[in-house]
């Protein structure tokens, strides 16, 4: 289960009509995505009847930015993925051992992106408002 945030250079270009107008996102795009285990609840009064799905134990969070001069090889993405150890209460960055693997170099993400090339490497839709 993610929660995932854009700073306001992301937001006025998806309310501008990125990637959906075939433009790329500007240069300070970035996005935060904070991720936790699914939990079920059956716990009244919102899962009564059926057990409703929340979030659980804290996961990782992941960064996204667009700086072509810095990440030329991933198409402008720099990405990055911080696992959370709930023992210690702290993040470490992820590993060639995570799921999926991720070295630190700041393309742990890019080989996945390319599943959404046409939307300038974004899966992440902005809702219409």
């Not at 300070?28 to 899962?47: C, H, L, N, Q, V």
């Not at 009847?49 to 991933?74: H, M, N, Q």
Request: proline share 10%.
């Amino acid at each position: 289960m993610r929660l995932i945030v854009a700073n306001p250079v992301m937001i006025t270009a998806y309310k501008e009509g990125i990637p959906g107008n075939g433009k790329p996102f500007p240069e300070g795009s970035k996005i935060a995505k904070i991720e936790w285990r699914p939990k079920k609840i059956t716990d009244p009064p919102f899962s009564a009847g059926v057990p409703d799905t929340v979030p659980g134990e804290l996961f990782a969070v992941e960064f996204i930015e667009k700086d072509s001069k810095r990440f030329p090889d991933t198409h402008g993405w720099g990405y990055g993925t911080f696992e959370y150890d709930g023992a210690s209460g702290t993040f470490t960055p992820a590993t060639l051992a995570s799921k999926p693997p991720q070295g630190h170099d700041a393309k742990c993400g890019a080989a996945c992106h390319v599943l959404a090339a046409s939307k300038d490497y974004i899966f992440t839709e902005y809702a219409k408002r």
